[in-house]
């Protein structure tokens, strides 16, 4: 839904129409012609909140695992939302791991492996999370969605870009290689996904494979 708004526009013509996008409930204030503005406003200050919040208990006297806590409940569930609808920039990801990271092992060297501190607590690790996965994780998990044989309008622009691939519900069900698809009028975010799709399918179907059926 388009609501006016002073602050942020798109220019039509000579003239500059003010919107606000409200997406699924949840507002995602936008810059249509200056994708910096609107990266430093749907992520840049959500990592600074995510920097005041964790150095608000550096100075508490945490566990370990306090800390994973902390930076999972106040620290990245701020973040989740806009990463699971819109691309987040590499360097952005990196940023945000390397403050989550400095903020459980006290600004100090890691003293285990990375793999072990966000390996599962069965196989002897931490459960810490890793953005980077958390990140790709939320694309795939897209893939249901796009699967499900329910009637939604999000869809209509991606099946319409893929058309020549049998769709976007088709496309998810085979071997492809997105680098190999001529997707030129295919949103940004979709790619994405299908990108994160074709990396990690292979080892989803090992482990779910009831998701590769929908």
Avoid at 56 to 64: C, D, M, P
Avoid at 122 to 146: E, S, Y
Avoid at 167 to 182: A, P
Wanted: charged share 25%.
């Amino acid at each position: 839904m388009l609501q006016k708004q002073k602050g942020f526009g798109s220019v039509v013509g000579k003239t500059t129409l003010k919107l606000r996008l409200v997406f699924a409930g949840h507002e995602t204030r936008h810059n249509s012609y200056n994708s910096r503005k609107a990266t430093e406003l749907n992520f840049i200050e959500k990592i600074r909140n995510l920097e005041k919040t964790l150095n608000r208990w550096k100075r508490r006297n945490l566990t370990f695992r306090g800390k994973i806590n902390i930076v999972k409940t106040l620290g990245l569930s701020k973040l989740i939302y806009n990463t699971s609808v819109l691309i987040i920039p590499e360097q952005l990801i990196k940023e945000i791991n390397s403050i989550i990271f400095n903020f459980i092992w006290d600004e100090k060297p890691s003293k285990i492996k990375k793999s072990t501190t966000i390996g599962e607590r069965k196989h002897g690790g931490l459960k810490m999370t890793d953005f980077n996965i958390l990140n790709k994780t939320l694309k795939v998990a897209w893939i249901p969605r796009i699967k499900s044989e329910n009637v939604a309008s999000w869809k209509i622009i991606a099946n319409a870009a893929l058309e020549r691939y049998g769709g976007l519900h088709f496309l998810t069900n085979c071997n492809y290689d997105i680098n190999t698809l001529q997707v030129g009028n295919l949103p940004p975010f979709y790619g994405d996904v299908l990108k994160e799709w074709q990396m990690t399918k292979d080892s989803i179907r090992s482990v779910t494979p009831s998701l590769m059926k929908r």
